[in-house]
């Protein structure tokens, strides 16, 4: 019997102590508050971002969303986001992505200065991933730290593990690679032009999806009985139109150890990282 | 018969390129400076800078050796980077490596000015190797820029292949790592806790080793009839005091389709990457 990796009782866990941290915060005169800038209307995006201010609320924190015209000009844009930069009272701010295509040539990474940088896309904020630093001045990308959090939670060793991450995005693909190859794992990073991906796949201890194909993963990418761990990042939509990830969970999750939900899995863990970071950059403030 | 991958005849080439660059840079009035900062007096650290400084004056570029005294302090060393930077007769500042005790603990990457950084440390040539930014305004550590280039004209396709580098220091393995994934390879990262190692390197078609272990790489870790390449980074010495690679030449040569002897394989093509980007650095300020 395979384990699932419903995401919903380690993030109760960890809502718990960000309930108390805030709690702590607050009664030293910081409130955290986290700013979500949002151009457009984008469906999948409204949701995301309403998820993100709900989860903020309900740890005790403040989250606006900042909704711009989807025409909003680059300079407008780029106003609204230094302002955030330079606002005393706000602790985080993200940009959600994807932006409209005027808009698209911008490095995000760039945008948010690196200490209110709870997305973890600041060059200094990938650098310290990289360089393996080990301080809290720095955030580690919500995605790739929600892996983490959720496989550590579950007891899923990953040192001297073999994984094997699909999808090199800057988002979650390659910073996830270099976390995992600094907690000892050892890290095989394949895309759309690798060769002989099953063979890969079905020689690795843990399978990480994260290209966005509706159902991509089915059971001949797998080995069965060789108890791996699956870890679906995918949010799609299949032909029915309901959200689904990258993995056919059904004809996967009897032949593996554990395997990660959509929904469910993932994606609460990475809203879970975000409000970490968000509370982690407001200690930061205290220090300051 | 395996191809012996001598870096001399590329470095040749390239040189004359540099030549030729660097004549027309200072046609233009820019006179290509690059700064070495030594502290103290390592054996192994002044073979380094002096075979740098050779090849930049070869090209015609300036180059000056700041030695420094390995008792400097911390003060004191960081005075002599900031006049570097602000100086600006000077395209490029590298800080040889390692630092004495009493320095190591500085990171690096925030020494030099990132657009003198030809040594590729600085967060934001990091950050722009691993968002793939393909512009001239950053500098690729110099390492791993050499290795793709000396794989490159020597006609062996990085992209759809599997590479296996071993070793994950800031230096070599992740940003070399990054810089394949850019350019299509399916990479493995390996490092001291992976497990199995000779499963992996026996199933690649490119072996990178970057450990620093004389003769490590032998036979066993080998597929003959694989047509393998293998690259060298090592640089060690052996039993009788001779330079040598991580890889035992002489076992593994005849079983592979192409390797780099040490010396004369990537450690040159380093000192090339190094030049290239000083005139790089040289060149950005001409259009500054």
Redesign the interface.
């Known amino acids: 019997m395979s384990q699932i990796l419903h995401s919903a009782s380690v993030k109760k866990l960890i809502t718990k102590g960000l309930k108390a941290e805030c709690k702590t915060l607050k009664e030293n005169n910081i409130f955290p508050q986290l700013k979500v800038v949002l151009v457009g209307s984008d469906p999948a995006s409204l949701i995301y971002t309403s998820s993100k201010k709900k989860f903020c609320e309900k740890i005790g924190a403040l989250c606006e969303i900042v909704a711009l015209d989807e025409n909003i000009s680059e300079t407008e844009f780029k106003k609204t986001i230094e302002q955030i930069n330079q606002d005393e009272s706000v602790h985080g701010c993200i940009i959600q992505l994807p932006l409209p295509k005027h808009l698209s040539h911008l ?1 995000v ?1 760039h945008l948010v200065v690196k200490e209110k940088d709870v997305d973890g896309f600041h ?2 904020n ?2 310290a991933l ?2 393996n630093k080990s301080d809290n001045k720095h955030f580690i990308s919500c995605t790739p730290k929600g892996i983490l959090t959720l496989m550590q939670e579950s007891q899923i060793q990953v ?2 593990k ?1 994984v094997v991450i699909i999808g ?1 995005s ?1 988002i979650v693909g ?1 910073p996830l ?2 976390l995992l ?1 600094n907690q ?8 759309s ?3 002989n991906l099953k063979e ?1 796949t079905k020689n690795c201890d843990i399978l990480i999806s994260a290209i966005g194909k509706a159902h991509f993963i089915d059971e001949s990418y797998i080995s069965p009985n060789k108890n791996q761990v699956i870890i679906d990042v995918g949010m799609n939509t299949d032909t029915q139109g309901q959200l689904c990830g990258d993995v056919h969970f059904e004809k996967v999750a009897q032949l593996v150890s554990a395997i990660t939900p959509v929904p469910g899995g993932v994606g609460p863990m990475t809203i879970v990282s975000l409000a970490q970071n968000l509370l982690q950059a407001s200690k930061n403030r205290l220090s300051l």
């Not at 000892?184 to 895309?191: D, E, F, G, P, R």
């Open positions: 490095d990474g060059p200094e990938i650098y990289i360089a040192s001297g073999k090199r800057m390659k690679a270099m190859t000892n794992a050892t890290v095989t990073l394949c895309h032009h690798t060769e890969l």
